[in-house]
């Protein structure tokens, strides 16, 4: 019990820590805090610029917050940030602005030279990024337009704004607005697919109805589309008998990745009718794509069993791997847990696969290990422990003389050695380069604890890289551990 | 019968040209600094004395769908998506990589260099954020980098 509260309270002021800097809490931007208190904040010592782990900044906090142009026009101009800032997924501010609609912000950013024409990691403009979050202001559009983007203009794999738009603009105002500047309703893509098949994503079957009505042509990619749904969401079997049955597209389309329905279906949750459906329809369960991916890869690493078992009965060889070596076994010990990775092995799943690297499975498992949170089950143990019991040797090498705990100590955290601890790995193994996991441990660590844990667990610290380091060498250039003024001297 | 004659003798010649072309080998170490973020993609190029892109020698990172954060390479890449290229995995922050590569003695004292161009998810890019001349010096001295590597060190073979 005692522990227990020990705990929490360790939580709580480790959590305390993390949200430091208050411009970076949803909190506090939900508060809809006029300049005077953003100012009050940064008087306080809560940084303007300070990107959190995932590369948000304040200014994106605001702008998403929906805080005044005012505000966010200040937050702009504080040192550290500024119209060339990249951001979450390499946007710049005009991307975030351009999606909640703030035509006035818009209007300055593009005054003050931002890329009109920046690619985020999607391969969106700002323009983009706009139509394809549904944004319906067309005033925003206006200023691209005014601005130098010219309507017609054809994006990546041949899209426009209107295709871009279509999914989410229900009553198709944005597609009329869009025709008056020059699109057409029967624009396509690179590909051929058409404003139906696009809307096809949020499945809106009044929306396809009047897209047909207004001379819009169906193809067959619609189906795939239909199935790919949009981030959010998923598409309901009628939507698929709709455009199977009614407008009779082919069932088994595929992608020019080579991907059917089902490698959409399979990452998705809940899908198991509509995969079962279209197994009937003729699709393959076992096709694979370009990558060598199969459907059942994919939903192996999912928790659906259900989906799985459905998979299963289409599939011949269970040990079929993609363009990386890697089987439905792989993606379960990579992603999901140990009920799904037992049940593929007990359907004849080879635990000893090793990839073309020649990384076996506990390569893959330690590889993909993140601390679980909160209440989350230890899943990694949980998978560990069957890897064992099914055979898999824990202490041999990988291809490249890695041990796990080379791989372990890149993680930084020693609950995750500790749990390797009774596997026999020899802690003093070096791989191919020389290296030992104390040396890699001492280049990666951002503090001293793994590196402590290593040497009383016995590892040495005068073994040499072939560069002729030691340990304590490479942990006094580690920029990190200077900067935290950690000593090393315990690795001479 | 002439013509394949001589078409005999010109692949004849052609072979010979080519074994003739001398090569070294160079140790590469690559040493990343502790920057926080994902794994940096990094391309290793070879640049001629007019400053274009040559060859590329390495590229580390996997996933093609990044490649395009590498801007001043991948518009040289986009040309012609074909790697032959060694690849090996991203670098995170930290962390190291050895490597070989071959270079033809003939490219050395010509102005050319070797540039190390690197890009984190998020993060700025870095388009030479090491360059170094194909000299006899430059090819054995230790370089510091500017963005994400901390140094580089070749070797001769």
């Not at chain 1, 981030?231 to 389309?253: F, G, M, Q």
């Not at chain 1, 799904?340 to 893959?364: P, R």
């Not at chain 2, 010109?10 to 040209?17: G, K, M």
Request: glycine share 6%; proline share 2%; hydrophobic share 40%.
């Amino acid at each position: 019990m005692k522990k227990t509260i020990f705990t929490a309270l360790l939580l709580a002021s480790l959590s305390g820590f993390a949200q430091q800097n208050s411009l970076l809490s949803q909190d506090f931007w939900k508060t809809n805090p006029g300049l005077d208190a953003v100012k009050a904040e940064v008087a306080k010592g809560n940084n303007p610029a300070e990107l959190n782990p995932n590369a948000f900044d304040p200014v994106v906090m605001a702008i998403n917050g929906n805080a005044s142009a005012e505000t966010v026009t200040y937050l702009i101009n504080q040192p550290g940030n500024g119209v060339k800032k990249p951001t979450h997924d390499g946007r710049n501010y005009l991307h975030w602005a351009a999606r909640t609609g703030d035509v006035k912000l818009v209007e300055y950013l593009i005054a003050q030279g931002s890329d009109l024409n920046l690619e985020d990691t999607h391969n969106y403009t700002p323009a983009q990024f706009a139509a394809a979050n549904g944004q319906t202001n067309t005033a925003i559009y206006d200023a691209f337009f005014k601005a130098g983007i010219d309507p017609k203009k054809k994006y990546k794999d041949g899209v426009n704004l209107l295709l871009i738009a279509i999914p989410a603009d229900k009553d198709l105002t944005l597609a009329n607005y869009f025709v008056s500047k020059g699109m057409s309703l029967k624009d396509v893509d690179a590909s051929g697919a058409t404003a139906f098949d696009y809307a096809a994503r949020t499945g809106n079957i009044d929306q396809l109805k009047a897209l047909i009505k207004a001379g819009v042509k169906y193809t067959d990619q619609a189906v795939v589309m239909a199935a790919q749904g949009s981030r959010r969401s998923a598409n309901t079997i009628e939507v698929y008998k709709y455009l199977v049955e009614d407008l009779k597209l082919k069932a088994t389309a595929t992608t020019a990745e080579g991907q059917t329905v089902l490698h959409f279906l399979a990452r998705k949750e809940n899908q198991a009718d509509i995969i079962k459906y279209f197994i009937s329809k003729g699709v393959d369960a076992a096709k694979a794509d370009k990558e060598g991916n199969t459907p059942l890869m994919l939903a192996s690493a999912g928790k659906d069993v259900q989906v799985l078992q459905t998979l299963l009965t289409g599939t011949k060889d269970i040990n079929a791997v993609n363009a990386k070596g890697e089987s439905a076994l792989t993606f379960a010990i990579q992603n999901s847990n140990a009920e799904v990775a037992a049940l593929l092995i007990a359907k004849g799943a080879n635990v000893q696969i090793k990839d073309k690297k020649g990384n076996n499975l506990a390569y893959h498992l330690v590889e993909a290990y993140r601390a679980p949170r909160g209440n989350q089950p230890d899943d990694f143990t949980a998978k560990l422990t069957l890897l064992k019991e099914k055979g898999l040797n824990l202490a041999a090498p990988q291809q490249d003389g890695s041990t796990l705990y080379h791989v372990a100590v890149v993680k930084n955290d020693v609950a995750l050695l500790k749990k390797l601890s009774a596997a026999g790995i020899d802690v003093n193994a070096q791989n191919a380069e020389g290296l030992t996991a104390l040396h890699k441990a001492a280049m990666v660590a951002k503090d001293d604890s793994v590196l402590k844990y290593l040497v009383s667990t016995g590892a040495k610290t005068n073994i040499k890289t072939e560069f002729d380091e030691t340990a304590y060498d490479l942990a006094g250039e580690n920029e990190l551990l200077q900067k935290g003024k950690v000593s090393v001297d315990f690795l001479k | 019968m002439k013509v394949f004659y001589k078409l005999c003798l010109a692949l004849l010649l052609l072979a010979s040209f080519q074994a003739s072309a001398q090569t070294s080998k160079y140790k590469c170490l690559l040493q990343m600094s502790n920057y926080i973020g994902e794994g940096a993609y990094i391309t290793v190029s070879l640049i001629n004395a007019k400053g274009e892109y040559e060859k590329t020698l390495y590229v580390m990172g996997d996933d093609a769908q990044w490649y395009n954060s590498l801007k001043e390479w991948y518009k040289f890449y986009s040309k012609k998506p074909k790697l032959s290229a060694k690849t090996g995995a991203s670098v995170a922050g930290g962390d190291r990589s050895v490597t070989v590569f071959e270079i033809e003695d003939s490219k050395i004292g010509k102005g050319y260099k070797l540039r190390f161009e690197t890009a984190v998810e998020d993060q700025k890019y870095h388009a030479t954020d090491v360059e170094i001349p194909l000299t006899a010096e430059g090819l054995t001295a230790k370089t510091d980098g500017t963005g994400y590597i901390r140094y580089v060190k070749l070797s001769k073979q």
